[in-house]
């Protein structure tokens, strides 16, 4: 795989999606009377099971009704946060945003770099490789419709290696892509009351090689939000 800078990444992804793609960055929602007409809500968490530096993004495609890739990607994000005053992003963290209507899959997710990663590369972050993966098919997928409500589920970028995850050090384990994958789990927190009474949309299409195996929602209190963990 090639490895790149962040700058080279970024000025290469300009033009990689071509310049009909159009690329949205789903807006929180607070309540149901904020969807706009042809939008649905989606209820979906991005994690990390160890803690960044960096922000994570995780990207979806649009998927046309011949099962081909559409044009249209969603982009989502979770921060690192400040670890030392107990901001992390580890535990589960559930959101409501609006998108447009379609059928949407997984299509890649990057840490440090903020854009679709172009294939056979590698996010590189002042000299490190960063976990960066793009998925071609199979990958989870969801579908919204108007004014109806998908609870896409808990998408963490999670240590996919053979390695005794509970004898990993943060300062030896290398970030290389082959080693982090994402995987899903369903959101265990109910619903807001406000968005309970919508319509529903099917659950999500998930095969098993993309489940996770992480267990519980929250980090261990035993544990620091440096080190990774599954738990259970």
């Known amino acids: 795989m090639k490895l790149f800078h962040l700058i080279a990444l970024l000025a290469a992804s300009m033009g990689y999606a071509g310049a009909s ?3 949205v960055e789903p807006k929180d929602v607070k309540t149901p009377s904020a ?26 495609v649009e998927v046309l009704p011949d ?15 400040v670890p030392i005053m107990g901001t992390n ?3 589960t963290k559930p959101k409501l945003y609006r998108v ?3 059928r949407y899959r997984l299509l890649a997710y990057t840490v440090a770099c903020a854009t679709v990663p172009p294939p056979n590369t ?13 998925y071609d098919s199979g990958s989870p997928d969801f579908s ?3 004014g109806a409500l998908t609870d896409a589920g808990d998408f963490i970028i999670e240590y996919t290696g053979t390695a005794e995850i509970a004898k990993l050090d943060l300062f030896s384990e290398r970030f290389d892509d082959d080693r982090y994958g994402v995987r899903w789990k369903p959101i265990a927190t109910p ?4 968005f309970a009474a919508l319509p529903t949309s099917p659950a999500p299409v998930v095969a098993e090689r993309y489940r996770s195996r992480i267990q519980c929602a929250q980090r261990p209190k035993t544990l620091t939000v440096q080190f990774p963990f599954i738990c259970g």
């Open 21 to 23: 793609a159009q690329s």
């Open 35 to 60: 969807v706009k007409p042809g939008e649905g809500v989606v209820r979906l968490s991005l994690r990390t099971q160890r803690q960044f530096i960096e922000t994570a993004y995780l990207y979806f």
């Open 67 to 81: 099962g081909t890739d559409g044009k249209r990607t969603l982009k989502f994000e979770r921060g690192a946060g």
């Open 89 to 91: 992003m580890i535990d």
């Open 100 to 102: 447009p209507q379609g």
């Open 122 to 134: 590698v996010c590189r972050f002042y000299g490190n490789a960063m976990p960066t993966e793009r």
């Open 144 to 146: 919204v419709a108007a």
């Open 191 to 194: 619903l807001p009351a406000s």
